[in-house]
Nanobody
Framework: QVRLVESGGGLVQAGGSLRLSCVVSGVSFSLYNMGWYRQAPGKRRELVAG???????NYADSVKGRFTISRDNARDTVYLQMNTLKPGDTAIYYC??????????WGQGTQVTVSS
């Protein structure tokens, strides 16, 4: 069974930075495209960044130039470096496979709160 454990969230002032981590177990991590998603109160969960099994990254327009996704296949971990944070980035952040039909259960996520 796949297990996703996110960490690294917190409270930060606008303009600050955070680095999120997600450890994936139960699958051959290196074979999967991975994504970071977020869900703000009252909004649908959205994909903000994805990285292919080969390391190619893509981003939502709202975070392009501020967020960087990376992966360490030796550690079965995907990261999200978030810089120049804005109050609009406040959400619970989750990782999962980057796929139209997600097959894995969601983890508990990690809360990111950006104060103005």
């Amino acid at each position: 069974q796949v297990r996703l454990v996110e960490s690294g969230g917190g409270l930060v002032q606008a303009g600050g930075s955070l680095r999120l981590s997600c450890v994936v177990s139960g699958v051959s991590f290196s074979l999967y495209n991975m994504g970071w998603y977020r869900q703000a109160p009252g909004k649908r969960r959205e994909l903000v960044a994805g990285i292919t099994d080969g390391g190619m990254a893509n981003y939502a327009d709202s975070v392009k130039g501020r967020f960087t996704i990376s992966r360490d296949n030796a550690r079965d971990t995907v990261y999200l470096q978030m810089n120049t944070l804005k109050p609009g980035d406040t959400a619970i952040y989750y990782c999962n496979e980057d796929r139209a039909q997600i097959r894995w259960n969601w983890g508990q996520g990690t809360q990111v709160t950006v104060s103005s």
